[in-house]
């Protein structure tokens, strides 16, 4: 785990309702990011003479509850941002799946499909593919980027296409 930051700590302390409108002590935030960098330890003879409390037996509840609470928060977050990545892992998935459009094409345009395809260059197998359709039609199956360029085509060549 990445050492916390007495920023991160204070940031933490202001969103609590307790400390939305006090003024937080720095001495306060700098014990709390000692706790939680020390894992709540309670051995105080590690804690720098800087930070100890001036009486010698303090038992620092305060900041060890508020350790606490960042730590949960931090835990909470962390399962929040997860399921946030697992979402756009998901949906880039379904994007890269439904790379491929379908169009229903008569019989009789098939040879200008056939030519229009090999003038943009398109490889067969890779950026599209036939298939049967229902009747006297094929079903067309185009890679999505190029969609627009031979959906312009065949429109000029007055080809009738249905979308699936």
């Known amino acids: ?57 303090a038992e620092y509840k305060k900041e060890r509850y508020m350790a606490k609470k960042f730590l949960e928060s931090m835990k909470r977050n962390e399962a929040v941002e997860e399921k946030v990545r697992q979402i756009v892992r998901e949906t880039i998935k379904d994007l890269m799946e439904a790379k491929m459009v379908q169009w229903q094409i008569p019989d009789s345009d098939k040879k200008i499909v056939m030519t229009i395809l090999k003038k943009l260059k398109l490889k067969s197998g890779k950026d599209y593919d036939f298939g049967v359709g229902k009747g006297a039609t094929f079903v067309l199956e185009l890679d999505k980027k190029y969609e627009n360029k031979v959906l312009e085509m065949l429109l000029q060549k007055r080809v009738r296409i249905h979308g699936l």
């Open 1 to 57: 785990m990445k050492k916390v930051t007495i920023k991160e700590i204070k940031r933490f302390l202001k969103t609590l309702e307790e400390n939305r409108y006090r003024k937080l002590v720095h001495a306060d935030a700098r014990r709390i990011a000692w706790f939680v960098n020390n894992s709540l330890s309670e051995d105080f003879d590690t804690m720098p003479e800087t930070m100890r409390k001036k009486w010698v037996k």
